[in-house]
């Protein structure tokens, strides 16, 4: 009765006896952590709720070695995704009908919702929010830290959809300049009079965009529409930065260095933004990173909606997969959240799916469509090749992926 109790409470709960091994996992510490009962239970601890704090400074390990109970102590945890979860903690000692001391009790609660909260009060965004397994995008986001503690100009290059802003947001939210101003300006959908009004303020105001970001971050977005006449001017305000100036974060979906020999953009400003440069793939091109950054846009909705979905059935995400998306990840991003407001299910299916993405058009060029081992393998690596997880985001049963996986030859690493 206590254990059934215990499922249907929002906190996760787990037990463990005196030396740290698990002995009691309810449905909510399954659903935080993405491990399940099976797997978490007979194991210590430090494997499965794994925190900075794991050792010496554990709460846990603080009850059990002195009795004292524990109260929200906030801390992140990694899922079993790998994935950086912040929890509240609350431990105590576990005694038995007769007061003997038998192992600690701990609770934690998802604090995911008001770690959004702090973040959108804040206007920060980290480098977690940068969803990436293929090798390009690891490359970019490893990359991140340094650049984040330079003052150095940035050029962000990458079509519609590819996450231009989000990067120059991650930056500034990891760089000394936090606390100062991130200020947008969307430098192709003004003309000219107001953009240069925007960036510059009146003459006698001197209430400009770029003023307004001292001490912060300028987002340039669009620079590549910045007029001619503009862009002189430009040149003329950007200094190298320092830590009490401006620091400037410019965004393009085209070439610059064509539009500097097509003489429609000025060679010194390009030089001046092109200190760093990162290129941000197509989806395309990052079409493994695709399974990820859909859990990510279904736990955000989840959040957001107030429901529990799922996730996709195998025929959705197969569908994602061969579709070519020209609109990048914005275009995966809207698609989801059509399918996940029609979907009546627990999973979003094809039909869910936008008539664009079910009708779809082929396959880009190199980029074939997945095979079904293929699939399979990708599910197993996200979910740490927990086969009862990996079987329920494709959809099956996990006896069906167990013969899949046995026919195909796939085998965990040793």
């Known amino acids: 009765m206590v254990n059934l109790i215990l499922?249907?409470?929002?906190d996760g709960v787990f037990t463990v006896d005196p030396h740290f091994k698990i002995t009691f996992f309810n449905a909510a510490a399954e659903q935080i952590t993405g491990f399940s009962h099976d797997e978490a239970v007979g194991r210590p601890c430090f494997e499965v709720f794994r925190?900075?704090?794991?050792?010496?400074?554990?709460?846990?390990?603080h009850t059990l070695h002195t009795g004292e109970k524990v109260k929200s102590f906030e801390v992140d945890i990694l899922t079993s995704t790998r994935k950086r979860q912040s929890v509240s903690v609350s431990t105590a000692p576990l005694l038995d009908g007769e007061g003997n001391f038998v192992g600690g009790v701990e609770t934690f609660r998802d604090m995911s919702p008001i770690e959004d909260l702090r973040r959108a009060i804040r206007h920060q965004f980290t480098f977690d929010d940068i969803v990436a397994k293929s090798a390009t995008m690891r490359q970019i986001v490893a990359s991140l830290p340094n650049v984040a503690r330079s003052n150095a100009t940035v050029l962000v290059e990458g079509s519609a959809g590819t996450g231009k802003e989000l990067i120059a947001n991650a930056i500034h939210g990891a760089s000394r300049r936090r606390d100062g101003?991130?200020?947008?300006?969307?430098?192709?959908?003004?003309?000219?009079?107001?953009?240069?009004?925007?960036?510059?303020?009146?003459?006698?105001?001197?209430?400009?965009?770029?003023?307004?970001?001292?001490?912060?971050t300028l987002f340039l977005d669009d620079v590549a529409d910045i007029p001619l006449p503009l862009q002189a001017k430009l040149f003329g305000a950007l200094e190298p930065a320092d830590d009490e100036g401006v620091r400037v974060i410019a965004a393009t979906k085209h070439d610059l260095s064509q539009r500097v020999q097509a003489g429609s953009f000025r060679e010194d400003l390009y030089y001046r933004l092109n200190v760093v440069v990162l290129h941000l793939p197509n989806l395309a091109e990052r079409r493994e990173d695709m399974p990820l950054l859909v859990d990510f846009f279904i736990d955000r909705l989840n959040l957001r909606?107030?429901?529990?979905?799922?996730?996709?059935?195998?025929?959705?995400?197969?569908?994602?997969?061969?579709h070519p998306f020209p609109g990048n990840v914005r275009e995966l991003e809207n698609a989801l959240e059509h399918a996940y407001i029609v979907a009546a299910g627990s999973r979003i299916g094809p039909d869910d799916l936008p008539a664009h993405v079910r009708d779809g058009a082929p396959p880009s060029p190199g980029t074939p469509p997945r095979s079904e081992r293929q699939l399979i393998q990708s599910a197993l690596e996200r979910h740490m090749w927990s086969v009862p997880?990996?079987?329920?985001?494709?959809g099956m049963h996990r006896t069906t992926l167990w013969r899949k996986m046995k026919r195909l030859g796939l085998e965990r690493p040793a």
């Not at 499922?7 to 929002?10: E, I, K, P």
């Not at 240069?196 to 006698?204: I, Q, Y």
């Not at 997880?389 to 494709?394: K, T």
């Open 305 to 322: 909606m107030g429901r529990n979905l799922q996730g996709l059935t195998h025929g959705a995400m197969s569908m994602l997969l061969q």
């Open 181 to 216: 101003p991130f200020v947008k300006v969307s430098c192709g959908v003004l003309p000219s009079a107001i953009l240069e009004s925007e960036l510059f303020g009146s003459d006698d105001a001197q209430s400009g965009r770029l003023r307004a970001a001292t001490h912060g």
């Open 7 to 10: 499922d249907n409470v929002a």
């Open 51 to 61: 925190t900075p704090l794991c050792g010496q400074d554990c709460p846990l390990r």
């Open 389 to 394: 997880r990996a079987a329920a985001a494709l």
